[in-house]
């Protein structure tokens, strides 16, 4: 598999240089079914000119569709990862790496050091809001408020993968066949929204319990990849 074109082509135009790209999404999970998209998550670097230049490099993020893609500014994805954000987190222990240069293997290297006991706090948030919709009968993320089978199996595999992070301070991609069996059942519609908010309940009060007592750092070395940060834009002096 190569970068898509559309990637290719926003690089180019924008003189941004690709640290990483990753194939995410159902496909990297293990969960796809007939028709799957193609989904991409990446980091790029911009010209250290444009980044210095009085209008700047662009956009910190740029996203599309068809196939589905999001690419965040180096910078930002540190900010994100910080914080938590589990597609982030994803994107650094994602072993279906689709593009990458030195910098996007120093910034897979360092990925321990995003990790920290508040990112388990934005797995618990996420997966409460779910529930909240499922409750109230928005369903997951569905068009016209329908319960949509697909979203609960990711609030069941968000969870699965909290537990594994506050268990054993690595995020989980690619899911257990055990688990992948599950996943398909829920998204296929085998398995009603009562049933998907009774597994996900025990599982989410389990992973709050986690919150308090696990094996991740106290805070993120921040001091390491801000230096990663300012080396990887200085690399691009000549970009």
Not at 33 to 54: A, I, Q, T, Y
Not at 136 to 147: E, M, Q
Request: charged residues 25%.
């Amino acid at each position: 598999m190569v970068v898509p074109p559309q990637i290719e082509n926003i690089a180019a135009h924008h003189r941004l240089s690709l640290a990483l790209v990753v194939l995410s999404g159902s496909k990297a999970y293990g969960i796809e079914v007939e028709g799957s998209d193609d989904d991409f998550v990446g980091v790029f670097v911009p010209s250290l000119r444009d980044f210095l230049s009085v209008r700047g490099f662009g956009p910190e993020t740029h996203a599309g569709n068809d196939p589905d893609f999001t690419i965040h500014e180096i910078g930002k994805f540190c900010r994100l990862a910080f914080k938590g954000n589990p597609a982030i987190l994803e994107t650094l222990w994602n072993p279906h790496i689709v593009h990458s240069t030195g910098v996007g293997e120093m910034l897979v290297r360092l990925r321990g050091s995003f990790l920290h006991r508040g990112s388990l706090n934005v797995y618990v948030d996420y997966a409460e809001a779910q529930l909240k919709k499922m409750v109230k009968g928005k369903g997951l993320h569905a068009k016209g408020g329908a319960y949509n089978g697909k979203y609960g199996a990711h609030l069941i595999r968000l969870l699965h993968s909290g537990l594994d992070l506050a268990e054993t301070g690595e995020v989980t991609v690619r899911v257990p066949r055990k688990l992948a069996e599950v996943l398909l059942e829920i998204r296929a519609g085998n398995r009603t929204m009562e049933q998907v908010q009774a597994m996900a309940r025990p599982l989410l009060e389990r992973l709050k319990g986690l919150t308090r007592d696990n094996r991740l750092a106290a805070q993120p070395d921040e001091e390491k990849i801000n230096a990663f940060v300012i080396e990887a834009r200085r690399s691009q002096v000549d970009s």
